[in-house]
């Protein structure tokens, strides 16, 4: 069963707009959760990343939000920049148990210019 | 330099074969992973190791051998390619001290025909 789900396989948005890209998990142990992002024949890289004891962190353009009754987060990326286009993965963890990522399927985003 | 590389990035081989990919890092950390892409399903990860000592199994680790040579290298092995190990494959570090952020090398493309 995936305990992380991105139920939104692509997302296209005008350059300048905000993007909002989805996350949900199952596994209520999850207490950290990170955003990667990856370009076309790279690795994944770090983006942004949240702890369950907060409810929002921000970054420059990228915040990202958990609702943890709802076990959603999202991220925000205002204002979209072409150079933004990628896939976007969400990753959950349990604190303390080896850094061990369950990461979601991700969702391609497109900014259009 | 990039801190974490892998070689080769692009293999092809025939069933039945014996393959290893290779991992090496020069962030110094003493946790490194191995993980594997599919279309639409995200990361899963392989293998995992803590240090030199200590290698784990992941969520997939069937068909699959891992060996920890040194801190900084840790390789992949398929002892016998099947085609359903067609993939994109990953490895990544991270530092126990430094949350629960891992570091991804650029990946192999390894078709198994």
């Known amino acids: 069963d995936q305990q992380v789900k991105q139920n939104s396989p692509s997302l296209s948005v005008q350059e300048g707009r905000i993007s909002i890209l989805n996350c949900d998990y199952t596994n209520s142990m999850f207490d950290y959760f990170l955003w990667y992002k990856k370009y076309p024949a790279e690795g994944p890289t770090f983006l942004i990343s949240i702890s369950s004891i907060k409810d929002k962190n921000e970054d420059g353009r990228f915040t990202v939000f958990l609702n943890k009754s709802a076990k959603h987060l999202s991220l925000h990326i205002v204002p979209s920049q072409p150079g933004d286009s990628a896939v976007y993965f969400c990753a959950a963890s349990v604190a303390g148990y080896g850094n061990k990522l369950v990461f979601g399927a991700g969702t391609i985003l497109r900014v259009k210019s | 330099d990039a801190d974490v590389t892998q070689t080769p990035r692009n293999r092809i081989t025939k069933t039945g074969k014996r393959i290893m990919l290779e991992c090496s890092q020069t962030?110094?950390?003493?946790?490194m992973y191995w993980y594997r892409q599919d279309p639409g399903l995200g990361l899963q990860l392989i293998y995992y190791s803590f240090d030199v000592k200590d290698i784990n199994k992941g969520e997939i680790s069937d068909g699959y051998s891992v060996s920890r040579q040194a801190q900084a290298k840790f390789s992949l092995s398929l002892e016998s390619a099947i085609p359903n190990q067609t993939a994109l494959y990953f490895c990544a570090t991270s530092d126990p001290t430094g949350g629960e952020t891992q570091y991804f090398g650029p990946g192999t493309r390894l078709l198994v025909l």
């Open positions: 962030k110094g950390h003493d946790r």
